[in-house]
């Protein structure tokens, strides 16, 4: 599949092969991708809003320059997924991020949230 612009909204995607797909520019928003195969794609300049990739598997797909606002990778088992430079404002678990590569400023942004999760208190000396 090869998309360079398109809007998808408000549906519910359940076993969809998605793999080698070039979405480029594509929005997804209100969206749950279940058990979605989305390997070796590439979604660069993509808006993801409030979606879900539940059981999705995402494997050395790029989402370079995407907005991902409250998309949601905590169930979606992920390997060598390029965030890098990408808005990165995630729902869900950030250790949903497992797998995937980001920039040095993103790992800055998430640093809080990442704290958070694994119970580590940040305090200056």
């Given at each position: 599949?090869?998309?360079?612009?398109?809007?998808?909204?408000?549906?519910?995607?359940?076993?969809?092969?998605?793999?080698?797909?070039?979405?480029?520019?594509?929005?997804?928003?209100?969206?749950?991708?279940?058990?979605?195969?989305?390997?070796?794609?590439?979604?660069?300049?993509?808006?993801?809003?409030?979606?879900?990739?539940?059981?999705?598997?995402?494997?050395?797909?790029?989402?370079?320059?995407?907005?991902?606002?409250?998309?949601?990778?905590?169930?979606?088992?992920?390997?060598l997924v390029d965030l890098r430079g990408s808005e990165l404002r995630l729902a869900g678990s950030v250790l949903g991020l497992r797998g995937a590569i980001i920039d040095p400023l993103?790992?800055?942004?998430?640093?809080?949230?990442?704290?958070?999760?694994?119970?580590?208190?940040?305090?200056?000396?």
């Amino acid at each position: 599949m090869d998309a360079g612009s398109g809007r998808v909204e408000r549906v519910h995607l359940t076993d969809v092969d998605l793999g080698e797909s070039k979405l480029r520019g594509v929005e997804f928003v209100d969206v749950i991708a279940e058990r979605v195969d989305a390997a070796n794609g590439d979604w660069g300049g993509a808006q993801v809003r409030r979606t879900l990739f539940q059981g999705a598997s995402i494997k050395a797909t790029v989402f370079s320059r995407c907005k991902l606002v409250e998309a949601d990778f905590s169930k979606a088992d992920m390997s060598l997924v390029d965030l890098r430079g990408s808005e990165l404002r995630l729902a869900g678990s950030v250790l949903g991020l497992r797998g995937a590569i980001i920039d040095p400023l993103q790992l800055m942004e998430l640093s809080g949230t990442l704290a958070q999760e694994l119970g580590i208190t940040v305090e200056d000396v």
